[in-house]
């Protein structure tokens, strides 16, 4: 085992990529000599060189486009956007390009892309570097969203997301990029196709993804104190959605919070909340619960940015509401 | 008469489209006389003229539904300008596409059962007039958003220069596009990285309804991709042996490495921007200065006075083609209907491929 964190991680993967496929490549804003935004390909533009380690113009739609143009002639780009939204300026190449040519074409192109970026609040960026909206791009047919949420994960979802022969997009959590943990020195590439059971647990399902896992984690152990054993699950890929693992939890707790840093109103949580009523009606003991982010864009201040978004505390009383326990 | 008809009948023997026999217009054009090479040139521009007419035709009875865009006035910018493509090299087109489609070789057979939405088209049905696609050309679109197209051609120009294949990315857009944010940005990028992008530019004064002296400040577009370090050049779009010139002289300079080159075709769309347009925004007088100086009826007029061909192979041209759009529209009454279960084929691919590394070596 080695201790890294979750940019390592994620630079040890890309490095990983530039090394086995020749037509792996690079490109982004500020990705080579200032080394990432968040310092995630630090040193790679010594190791690489300029060719495949591509700082661009901040010209975000043309360079995500040339992503999409360069996997159609036969390279496998991984594009980095700064963060999510900034990514609304490539909005017209992900969802009009990316998403439809392979349909449009009737099956002729596949966009063998990977879109990266960070997402998320919690270090008082404000309402313009903090918002939440993989949900938005889990809407769209044609792309997979996966959200890594572990070391093992930031380490092992990029090289599958090079393998799919459809556009990925990479939603990293903004306050995960500094997790110290432990990862295999053989860690591997991980699948992009199911959740994962991240503790077990019998009384309710805690179902969550990317930065607001440990969170829910630590209410679990909160509630594991109150004599709730709470499971959770962490969703890893957003589109599509694991729907049989997220059941078979349901099925066995017969009660659902889930917790997402999107707002409420029309987001992935209201998705898994529709589904899991319209199949899975008859296995619940309680209504579901959500936990997510209040209906504000994200404020400056410390105290009213930890207020928009979801904390253990408002996890532990929605799971004890479900419970049927008060206070 | 029987020998010219021979002669200039296309190949449409099979469905597989003629890509090998078409698109290599500027290997046969050395070999073929000029005043062949030119007969040439008419007769893709009449194709394309007339399938379009019966396409409006078929737009009315029905068959073809949907936004129908037609390129009818601006032929000559895409025979002319396909004579200096290669057929390795790409093109990314508009939702205008339909010349540029038959120009670069997709058989009229599939591009005419893709207005149908039939299977058998060259997008198998999926996109329809505003998107057709044909790998088999490198035919990236048919993209519908415009200045959308734009990026994709310097991505795949940069796909090119990585692997170092000497071929050009083709990608026209109208004087629309030249007003989004896209526009701005590709162009600097290509120019940034000397990538082998020809931008062509099909000015045809209108966005939709908006006239290019409403909708730009500097309306001498050159001067756009000059301020970008882009050499850049007008041309008369009308003149369809103009646009070949021109457009010779840039894909060699882009060949040498001279990085992207922007021209401008100054050209005229004679029908409405697409069939629900009732064309308020310009007088009937002003298409009628344009009329006269329609690409085919100039070209023709000048080849037969000039001795080049005569009325009687023009009139052959006309039933070769008569002929070939009789053709295409019985394929697409012939052609099938998806069938609705496959409905969601095509939106992912279906087994993830092995990822299997070239065995280039990474320096």
């Given amino acids: ?327 | 008469m029987t020998d010219a008809k021979v002669r200039l009948k296309p190949d449409t023997t099979s469905e597989t489209n003629t890509a090998s026999d078409r698109i290599a217009p500027s290997d046969r054009s050395v070999r073929l006389q000029p005043d062949e090479h030119r007969t040439r040139l008419l007769h893709e521009m009449i194709r394309i003229r007339r399938f379009e007419e019966k396409c409006a035709e078929l737009y009315s009875a029905g068959k073809i539904r949907g936004f129908l865009h037609l390129y009818i006035g601006e032929e000559a910018v895409a025979v002319g300008s396909m004579q200096a493509l290669s057929p390795q090299d790409a093109i990314v087109a508009t939702y205008r596409e339909h010349g540029h489609a038959l120009a670069r070789g997709i058989s009229m057979n599939a591009l005419m059962a893709e207005m149908y939405g039939k299977h058998e088209g060259c997008s198998r049905g999926r996109g329809g007039s505003m998107h057709v696609f044909d790998a088999k050309t490198r035919f990236y679109g048919g993209n519908a958003i415009v200045g959308g197209g734009l990026p994709l051609a310097v991505g795949l120009a940069l796909a090119d220069a990585l692997q170092h294949r000497p071929h050009v990315t083709a990608c026209y857009f109208g004087d629309g596009a030249v007003a989004e944010g896209e526009f701005h940005e590709s162009l600097n990028l290509a120019a940034l990285w000397k990538l082998p992008v020809l931008f062509l530019c099909e000015n045809n004064l209108y966005a939709m309804g908006t006239h290019i002296e409403r909708a730009q400040s500097q309306t001498d577009l050159k001067a756009k991709a000059q301020s970008y370090l882009i050499a850049a050049e007008t041309v008369d779009g009308m003149d369809v042996m103009a646009v070949e010139v021109a457009t010779r002289r840039a894909t060699e300079r882009i060949r040498r490495g001279e990085g992207p080159m922007f021209i401008e075709f100054r050209t005229y769309r004679f029908r409405a921007h697409s069939m629900f347009d009732a064309e308020l925004y310009r007088d009937k007088s002003e298409v009628e200065v344009w009329k006269a100086r329609d690409p085919i009826a100039t070209f023709s007029a000048t080849l037969t006075s000039g001795g080049q061909a005569s009325d009687v192979l023009v009139s052959a041209i006309e039933d070769t083609v008569t002929e070939e759009v009789a053709e295409a529209v019985a394929f697409a009454e012939a052609g099938t209907w998806e069938p609705v279960e496959d409905l969601l084929h095509d939106v992912y691919t279906p087994a993830r491929e092995a990822h299997t590394a070239p065995a280039v070596e990474v320096k």
């Fill in chain 1, 1 to 327: 085992m080695i201790t890294t964190t979750y940019r390592e991680a994620i630079r040890a993967a890309i490095r990983e990529a530039l090394t086995k496929d020749a037509r792996v490549f690079l490109m982004g804003e500020d990705v080579g000599r200032y080394g990432g935004a968040y310092g995630v390909s630090k040193g790679l533009l010594a190791e690489f060189g300029p060719d495949r380690i591509r700082d661009t113009p901040l010209s975000e739609s043309t360079f995500v486009g040339a992503g999409i143009g360069a996997a159609l002639g036969g390279m496998r780009p991984i594009v980095e956007v700064m963060t999510v939204n900034f990514s609304l300026l490539a909005l017209d190449q992900i969802v009009n390009n990316a998403a439809t040519i392979r349909h449009m074409s009737g099956g002729q192109f596949s966009i063998p892309l990977v879109i990266r970026m960070a997402t998320g609040a919690g270090r008082q960026l404000a309402a313009q570097h903090a918002h939440s909206l993989e949900g938005w791009y889990a809407h769209v047919p044609g792309i997979r969203v996966v959200a890594p949420a572990t070391l093992d994960d930031a380490r092992g979802m990029l090289w599958t997301a090079l393998e799919d022969p459809d556009p990925v997009l990479i939603f990293e959590h903004q306050t995960l990029y500094n997790m110290e943990g432990q990862l295999a020195n053989n860690a591997q590439a991980v699948d992009l196709d199911r959740a994962a059971v991240r503790r077990p647990g019998k009384d309710v399902s805690l179902i969550t993804y990317g930065g607001t896992l440990g969170k829910t984690l630590q209410a679990a152990e909160t509630l594991a104190g109150e004599g709730i054993d709470a499971e959770v699950i962490d969703l890893r890929t957003l589109r599509p959605l694991d729907m049989p693992t997220i059941a078979a939890s349901v099925k066995k707790t017969r009660r659902a919070v889930i917790v997402d840093e999107g707002w409420r109103s029309g987001s992935l949580s209201a998705e898994i909340s529709a589904r899991l009523v319209e199949q899975h009606f008859y296995d619940l003991d309680a209504p579901i619960a959500r936990v997510c982010s209040a209906e504000v864009p994200i404020p400056y201040p410390k105290h009213l940015e930890d207020a928009a978004i979801p904390q253990p505390p408002a996890i532990i009383a929605a799971a004890r509401e479900t419970m049927g326990r008060r206070g």
